[in-house]
């Protein structure tokens, strides 16, 4: 059984092992060569206020991808952690004025909470999850779709604690005609004509012991860029339902029909291996994003390091699901010809990613080609071929890396 | 929610400043861009969004806009943005 400690010394000691030209290192981190050339050229290492440099997408609305080298640590540091938004308003909100409106038409004692009732009228959970946009690797769709041209960064790993959004609704009394839980934060449009950003998830979700209204992110309050004082978690569902800057949660008895559920994240149904549906917004054709799917990410050795022929190589990365857990990963070092298990590190939550490691003890003259393969508690596991949708969801294609030895 | 505190907010992060660095091409049109497409957002959107739209990608990203964001991009004002798209971050 390897330790935690033991696990982060060796991954973190072999980001040492390769020894690529400095300089492309620089150029990797801000994305691979996959994304279109525009998106690398816009971006650049950039900070918030608030957050260490991270790689910037866009100035405004803000969004802000994690380098690879800062997704090697088992919770993402929260001055690390990826920066997604919407629309450009984005308020500064005050934890003493914060107020959250909890009301709707399947509810009998609509009411207000402050932060501090939140904080103490609630038993407080933390929840181990990975918060994962759901367009994650957008930029490596092929063809390109447009949209935020993400890399591999628009994900992290965080302990969120929270009172759970169940509780809440019960204070206010929620009823069983409470179809959709419809959430909103404190951003807003420029154009009164642009549809605020208005999220919904079914009552049954928001009724799961794990949902939480979250104020502490990796036991600190959560940043302003990431949706201080309270956000809405939702642990193995992608980010889009994870509504920052939380200011009003309403229950419904009809669906929600904003634009951001009718016409946005929504996938064409039958395509993916959707486990949890979402009956009162699917369509004909289309269906909301739910859960994220099984994945996996190589964060060392880099694409195109440099070795020595016989060098002893170590593999690490990361492997993610919706919650099943992740049972294997296996990895190749020649393509995918063949497969060996890698080690797991500790099981930090069923929500989290689970860490991984594989030595190749002597690595032979030529190029390599590496391949890592994450399998959960439901024998699923990733995609070979992409999966091609039109808003450019769901990019779990196994992550490959070549590198040379000699 | 609806708010302008934003402005502030965005003033005094630097990000305004940040965006301004971003320049687009030179040429007929830049200008109804600038000024139509940076009301709502940075103007790296669109380098970051190329070169693989074909002018049918670029009318469908100018129409999304205004349909579904509500751009108020004038109506005759919309060849001339989508030409000048097409032509420096088409593909």
Same mark, same amino acid.
């Given at each position: 059984?390897?330790?935690?400690?033991?696990?982060?010394?060796s991954?973190?000691?072999?980001?040492?092992? +390769?020894?690529?030209a400095?300089? +492309?290192?620089?150029?990797?981190?801000?994305?691979?060569?996959?994304?279109?050339?525009?998106?690398?050229?816009?971006?650049?290492?950039?900070?918030?206020?608030?957050?260490?440099?991270?790689?910037?997408?866009?100035w405004?609305?803000?969004?802000?991808?994690?380098?690879?080298?800062?997704?090697?640590?088992?919770?993402?540091?929260?001055?690390?952690?990826?920066? /997604?938004?919407?629309?450009?308003? #984005?308020?500064?909100?005050?934890?003493?004025?914060?107020?959250?409106? #909890?009301?709707?038409?399947?509810?009998?004692?609509?009411?207000?909470?402050?932060?501090?009732?939140?904080?103490?009228?609630f038993?407080?959970?933390?929840?181990?999850?990975?918060?994962?946009?759901?367009?994650?690797?957008r930029?490596?769709?092929?063809?390109?779709?447009?949209? #935020?041209?993400?890399?591999?960064?628009?994900?992290?790993?965080?302990?969120?604690?929270?009172?759970?959004? /169940?509780?809440?609704?019960?204070?206010?009394?929620?009823? /069983?005609? %409470?179809?959709?839980i419809?959430?909103?934060?404190?951003?807003?449009?420029?154009?009164?004509? @642009?549809?605020?950003?208005?999220?919904?998830?079914?009552?049954?979700?928001?009724?799961?012991?794990?949902?939480?209204?979250?104020?502490?992110?990796? +036991?600190?309050?959560?940043?302003?860029?990431?949706?201080?004082?309270?956000?809405?978690?939702?642990?193995?569902?992608?980010? @889009?339902?994870w509504?920052?800057?939380?200011?009003?949660?309403? %229950?419904?008895s009809?669906?929600?029909?904003?634009?951001?559920?009718?016409?946005?994240?929504?996938?064409?149904?039958?395509?993916?291996?959707?486990?949890?549906?979402?009956?009162?917004?699917? %369509?004909?054709?289309?269906?909301?994003?739910?859960?994220?799917?099984?994945?996996?990410?190589?964060?060392?050795?880099?694409?195109?390091?440099?070795?020595?022929?016989?060098?002893?190589?170590?593999?690490?990365?990361?492997?993610?699901?919706?919650?099943? +857990?992740?049972?294997?990963?296996?990895?190749?070092?020649?393509?995918?010809?063949?497969? /060996? %298990?890698?080690?797991?590190?500790p099981?930090?939550?069923?929500?989290?990613?689970?860490?991984?490691?594989?030595?190749?003890?002597?690595?032979? @003259?030529?190029?390599?080609?590496?391949?890592?393969?994450?399998?959960?508690?439901?024998?699923?596991?990733?995609?070979?071929?992409? #999966?091609?949708?039109?808003?450019?969801?769901?990019?779990?294609?196994?992550?490959?890396?070549?590198?040379?030895a000699? | 929610?609806r708010?302008?505190?934003?402005?502030?907010?965005?003033?005094?992060?630097?990000?305004?400043?940040?965006?301004d660095?971003?320049?687009?091409?030179?040429g007929?049109?830049?200008?109804?861009?600038?000024?139509?497409?940076?009301?709502?957002?940075?103007?790296?959107?669109?380098?970051?969004?190329?070169?693989?739209?074909?002018?049918?990608?670029?009318?469908?990203?100018?129409?999304?806009?205004?349909k579904?964001?509500?751009?108020?991009?004038?109506?005759?004002?919309?060849?001339?943005?989508?030409?000048?798209?097409?032509?420096?971050?088409?593909?």
């Amino acid at each position: 059984m390897t330790t935690r400690r033991a696990f982060l010394a060796s991954t973190s000691g072999l980001a040492l092992a +390769g020894f690529g030209a400095p300089g +492309g290192a620089v150029a990797r981190s801000l994305g691979p060569d996959a994304l279109p050339a525009g998106a690398l050229g816009a971006s650049e290492l950039a900070a918030l206020p608030g957050k260490v440099p991270l790689i910037k997408k866009t100035w405004r609305p803000p969004n802000f991808e994690t380098p690879i080298a800062s997704l090697r640590e088992a919770f993402t540091p929260n001055d690390a952690f990826f920066v /997604r938004y919407h629309i450009a308003g #984005v308020p500064g909100v005050d934890a003493r004025a914060w107020r959250l409106e #909890v009301g709707g038409d399947a509810l009998d004692r609509p009411q207000t909470f402050t932060l501090a009732q939140l904080r103490s009228e609630f038993e407080p959970v933390e929840i181990a999850a990975v918060c994962q946009c759901s367009g994650n690797r957008r930029g490596l769709f092929d063809p390109h779709v447009p949209g #935020v041209q993400w890399g591999y960064g628009a994900m992290g790993n965080a302990r969120w604690k929270g009172a759970r959004l /169940r509780e809440v609704l019960a204070r206010a009394g929620v009823t /069983r005609g %409470a179809v959709e839980i419809v959430v909103d934060g404190a951003d807003g449009a420029v154009l009164e004509a @642009t549809p605020d950003f208005v999220k919904s998830i079914p009552a049954w979700k928001a009724m799961d012991e794990n949902t939480l209204l979250a104020y502490e992110m990796n +036991g600190e309050p959560l940043p302003h860029w990431n949706g201080f004082p309270v956000r809405l978690v939702v642990p193995g569902w992608t980010a @889009t339902y994870w509504m920052k800057h939380l200011t009003s949660i309403r %229950a419904s008895s009809t669906p929600f029909e904003g634009f951001w559920m009718a016409k946005a994240y929504r996938i064409p149904k039958g395509v993916f291996p959707t486990v949890d549906r979402f009956l009162s917004q699917e %369509a004909e054709a289309s269906t909301p994003i739910t859960e994220m799917v099984v994945n996996s990410l190589i964060l060392a050795p880099g694409d195109a390091d440099r070795f020595r022929a016989g060098q002893t190589v170590e593999m690490s990365g990361i492997a993610w699901d919706a919650g099943a +857990g992740i049972v294997s990963v296996d990895i190749s070092v020649d393509g995918g010809r063949s497969w /060996r %298990a890698a080690e797991l590190g500790p099981d930090l939550g069923r929500f989290a990613w689970r860490q991984w490691r594989h030595l190749i003890p002597s690595l032979r @003259t030529g190029t390599h080609t590496f391949v890592a393969r994450a399998t959960n508690r439901q024998g699923m596991s990733q995609t070979q071929a992409l #999966v091609a949708n039109p808003a450019g969801y769901h990019h779990n294609v196994l992550h490959r890396v070549t590198v040379q030895a000699g | 929610m609806r708010t302008i505190a934003w402005l502030l907010l965005l003033a005094s992060s630097g990000a305004g400043a940040a965006e301004d660095a971003v320049r687009l091409a030179d040429g007929p049109g830049r200008e109804a861009v600038e000024a139509n497409c940076a009301i709502c957002h940075s103007l790296d959107y669109i380098q970051m969004n190329s070169p693989f739209l074909d002018r049918t990608g670029w009318e469908a990203s100018v129409t999304k806009m205004i349909k579904a964001m509500g751009a108020p991009i004038r109506a005759e004002d919309v060849p001339a943005i989508v030409e000048y798209l097409n032509k420096h971050y088409g593909k």
